[in-house]
C-alpha cells in the first residue's frame, strides 16, 4: 500500500520561510513533485525531483525559481520543499506527488504524470 503524507504547513508572515516534508510509505519513488492550488486558481506546478543516477535532477515553475529549493533524503525517503522569501500568491494547499515511471524531463511538471498523490497541506501568507 503507497500512502503520500504532507507535513503541517502554518500560517506566515510575507518573506518568512517555510519547510514542507512528503513522508512516503510503501515504496520508494524516484520521480516526485510538489504542486499547490491556490482558492479559486487551478492545480500549479512548484517543483520535481527526477532520479538520476546517484544523484537527481530539479526542476521548478516560472514563479518560485530562486526562492523554493526542492531535494530528497534517501535516508528517511521524504521530499523535501523549503520555501524562502514567500509571497502572498504562495498561499495554497501543497500537494505532494510520485510516480512509478520514469518520466523524460519534459513531462517532470505535468499534472497526469503522476499517479499517486497525498492529501495536501495548507500554506498561509499573510501579513
Known amino acids: 500500500q503507497v500512502q503520500l503524507r504532507e507535513s503541517a504547513g502554518g500560517l506566515v508572515q510575507p518573506g518568512a520561510s517555510l519547510r514542507l516534508s512528503c513522508e512516503v510509505s510503501?515504496?520508494?519513488?524516484?520521480?516526485m513533485a510538489w504542486f499547490r492550488q491556490a482558492p479559486g486558481k487551478e492545480r500549479e506546478f512548484v517543483a520535481a525531483f527526477r532520479r538520476s543516477g546517484g544523484g537527481g535532477m530539479t526542476y521548478y515553475g516560472n514563479n518560485v525559481k530562486g526562492r523554493f529549493t526542492v531535494s530528497r533524503d534517501n535516508v528517511k525517503n521524504t521530499l523535501e520543499l523549503q520555501m524562502n522569501s514567500l509571497k502572498f500568491e504562495d498561499t495554497g494547499v501543497y500537494y505532494c506527488?510520485?510516480?512509478?515511471?520514469?518520466?523524460?524531463?519534459?513531462?517532470?511538471?505535468?499534472?497526469?504524470?503522476?499517479?499517486?498523490w497525498g492529501q495536501g497541506t495548507q500554506v498561509t501568507v499573510s501579513s
Open positions: 506527488a510520485a510516480t512509478s515511471g520514469n518520466p523524460t524531463s519534459l513531462y517532470m511538471s505535468r499534472e497526469d504524470t503522476y499517479e499517486y
Open positions: 510503501g515504496r520508494a519513488f524516484g520521480n
